[in-house]
């Protein structure tokens, strides 16, 4: 049997922004960008128009580099992440552990649709914006626009997810198809004889510590990320963009917060433990989402505390979290689902209920193959938008305040991540560490 550390000990790279309190970094970070943005906003007239245009330049670069080295190490540490946690796991009870895992994980994804669809019906976010028109699209970001040609054809869609060429599929992003190959691959890896595995897993091992090392770096540039994205975001637009789309936030965040209390009686249903405890356990973690925005990123650290403070079985956890942080998106399937009914509130678009039920299954596939990376919930949200007819032009609007919900659903994505972890131990955790 292959020797294989727990992915936990990668949280060594993660520490310092736990004790450093980074989340208290990143609020005063948006706080100050806040001042800084309005204060170089033309409108407030102190500077030009030139000038603040190359002051927002320069100020969002440090989020430019964090989300670039964020993006560039994120899949082949999922990649490693996924294949260690095969490789380690209950290989008599991979096949069902597998399939209830991914049920779960549905399940709570079409939960989570169906708390936005409801938030969006009954508050009605859009009915404030009388139109979101005017917009060019070369006001929309490329990889935007790019998803945006994206119509969902569902049987070739599931018959695209296994990869044809898996380095295509890497280099477009396909989150899901990287998932499935890689699950293939850990599969495969476990029928070898010990004398061939051994030297793949010592080198995958040796790739997550690479991409942890990078990714601890990026994490120091956080709060000045932060700091510059929201400068740059209102030395262009100015307050109003947040307190006009005040209401359209607030929806959101009820229906993130009502997704949370799910999560909790799901806790409370399984493990018969006090949820508000559970809470305490994982708060290192959801401040780390929090402040980071990417749940890829605290792989580790929640693993760590998984095993730590969950008194989840390694191999459980090693298993459970790297899936959970690719495909299990909650969060930003409400996200999405609010988003998408609130762009066509907004329009002035009545969707039939079959229309509806559409834009639910298109919100399910696309939470599936969501990045898991800062803004990854916004690009792939423009195919939806394009599935259901609604211009994607308006998404100009939502990508500025995008930082700040971005911030709060991965938070609730971690949650859910941790919740599966634990109530999964339940049922396998025994066996997991006898194996």
């Known amino acids: 049997m292959i020797s294989i550390k727990p992915l936990n000990d990668l949280s060594v790279y993660l520490s310092h922004l736990v004790k450093g309190r980074l989340w208290l970094k990143v609020t005063l970070g948006i706080l100050f960008g806040v001042g800084v943005g309005i204060l170089i906003n033309p409108a407030f007239g102190l500077v030009s128009h030139e000038m603040s245009t190359t002051l927002g330049s320069w100020l969002n670069l440090p989020g430019e580099i964090f989300m670039k080295l964020v993006q560039m190490v994120m899949i082949p540490l999922i990649f490693a992440s996924i294949i260690t946690g095969l490789a380690s796991n209950v290989s008599g009870n991979l096949k069902s552990f597998g399939l209830w895992l991914l049920l779960y994980f549905v399940f709570t994804t079409v939960v989570a649709i169906f708390i936005g669809v409801v938030m969006a019906f009954l508050f009605r976010p859009g009915k404030y914006v009388s139109a979101l028109g005017g917009f060019s699209e070369n006001d929309v970001p490329q990889a935007v626009q790019e998803s945006g040609a994206m119509v969902l054809n569902l049987p070739e869609s599931i018959s695209n997810l296994i990869p044809v060429n898996p380095l295509e599929a890497i280099l477009r992003g396909e989150m899901l198809s990287i998932v499935i190959f890689t699950i293939i691959i850990g599969v495969a890896i476990t029928q070898l004889e010990d004398r061939f595995a051994t030297p793949v897993m010592r080198f995958v091992e040796a790739m997550q510590k690479i991409c942890m090392i990078v990714v601890g770096w990026a994490m120091r ?91 989840v079985s390694s191999k459980v956890s090693d298993f459970v979290i790297p899936i959970g942080a690719t495909i299990n998106m909650d969060g930003t399937a409400l996200f999405q689902c609010v988003t998408v009914l609130f762009m066509a509130q907004a329009y002035g678009m009545e969707l039939a209920v079959f229309e509806v039920l559409l834009i639910t299954v298109t919100v399910v596939a696309a939470s599936i193959g969501t990045p898991a990376i800062p803004g990854g919930g916004v690009i792939v949200l423009a195919s939806v938008l394009k599935s259901s007819g609604i211009p994607v032009e308006g998404l100009v609007v939502i990508i500025g305040i995008d930082r700040i919900l971005g911030m709060l659903r991965t938070a609730v994505n971690v949650t859910g991540d941790l919740t599966a972890t634990a109530i999964f131990n339940t049922w396998y955790g025994n066996t997991a560490s006898t194996n």
Do not use: W
């Open 221 to 311: 540039l956080v709060p000045y990320a932060v700091f510059g994205l929201m400068a740059a975001l209102l030395s262009k637009t100015g307050f109003a963009i947040l307190t006009g789309l005040g209401y359209y936030i607030l929806v959101v965040v009820v229906g993130l917060m009502i997704l949370m209390g799910f999560y909790l009686l799901l806790y409370f249903l399984f493990k018969r433990e006090n949820p508000f405890t559970f809470l305490l356990r994982i708060k290192d973690a959801q401040l780390l989402a929090f402040s980071t925005a990417s749940s890829a990123a605290v792989m580790p650290l929640s693993m760590k505390i998984a095993d730590e403070k969950l008194g």
